[in-house]
């Protein structure tokens, strides 16, 4: 059993604290996001104490200090979650959050002996897969752009015209 106080400033809210949680959810948001991206996940996931991590440097920690290397927020975001690691727990992560999930979810089991039953991530490659095989396109020509855009599949035909 943990004994050392969580620190409030990474945990943005917890609405479904006040009963015996089955799970422990951590949510990390997009660059840029916040906590408040998963403001009404709790109303979806009874039995789950959803835990949204706000980042120094958003909302309400706007006057803090941000991280510009992962390396260096790891640790203390990992002992300011500690005491909450007590019952099965799980990351999700969005986007420049699932990368932050992964490897804070890896520094957890390293560091403290602590493995999440679930890692959740969207909007993120899988961290052992190379980007390379991804054309760079914003140096193009926009004729250029919009053939390698169309190579990629990702658009509609209607959103290749270029408007001036």
């Known amino acids: ?8 400033s990474w945990i943005a809210y917890r609405k479904n604290q006040g009963q015996r949680p089955r799970l422990r959810l951590f949510c990390i948001a997009y660059a840029g996001g916040s906590a408040s991206a998963y403001r009404n996940w709790h109303k979806f996931l009874p039995g ?15 006057q803090e200090q941000v991280f510009t290397r992962l390396p260096q927020l790891l640790e203390p975001l990992a002992k300011g979650i500690l005491p909450l ?23 957890v089991q ?11 991530f969207s909007a993120c490659r899988a ?6 095989d991804l054309p760079v396109l914003h140096h193009l020509n926009d004729k250029e752009f919009i ?11 209607r959103s290749y015209k270029i408007r001036k």
């Open 127 to 132: 961290p052992q897969l190379s980007r390379t």
């Open 110 to 120: 390293s560091h403290y002996g602590y493995t999440p039953a679930h890692l959740f």
């Open 48 to 62: 789950v104490d959803v835990c949204p991590i706000q980042l120094p440097g958003r909302e309400n920690r706007l």
């Open 147 to 157: 053939s390698g855009v169309r190579r990629l599949g990702e658009c509609k035909k």
């Open 1 to 8: 059993m943990l004994h050392t106080p969580v620190q409030q």
């Open 85 to 107: 690691l007590d019952i099965p727990f799980a990351f999700f992560g969005h986007s420049m959050g699932a990368l932050i999930s992964f490897e804070l979810a890896h520094f």
